[in-house]
């Protein structure tokens, strides 16, 4: 699989996660939205730093060539699968500690 095909079905894993298995449905509510729309700002400052720098680098041939913010366009699904599950088990953790 190339990197695109990974990160979709990171994102797809994530969101199955949240709305079938863990049924937190997260995805569904604003204070996620508000919660990623905080952290994305960051995330691509610490993509734009990491690439920027060669300090991470990419197989161009593994990827669509969209860059944004000198990373590829799935680094933005990678990190949206990546906050959405974090959150997803925080929630269920959180029901199981009550």
Request: hydrophobic share 60%.
């Amino acid at each position: 699989m190339i990197y695109t095909q990974i990160a979709v079905v990171a994102v797809i894993a994530a969101i199955t996660v949240d709305l079938v298995i863990i049924k937190s449905q997260l995805i569904r509510s604003a204070t996620f939205w508000t919660s990623y729309a905080i952290i994305l700002p960051f995330q691509l400052l610490t993509n734009w730093w990491l690439t920027s720098r060669s300090i991470v680098m990419y197989n161009p041939d593994a990827f669509m060539d969209v860059r944004i913010a000198s990373a590829p366009a799935e680094d933005l699904l990678f990190g949206f699968a990546l906050i959405l599950g974090v959150l997803s088990m925080w929630v269920f953790w959180g029901r199981r500690e009550k």
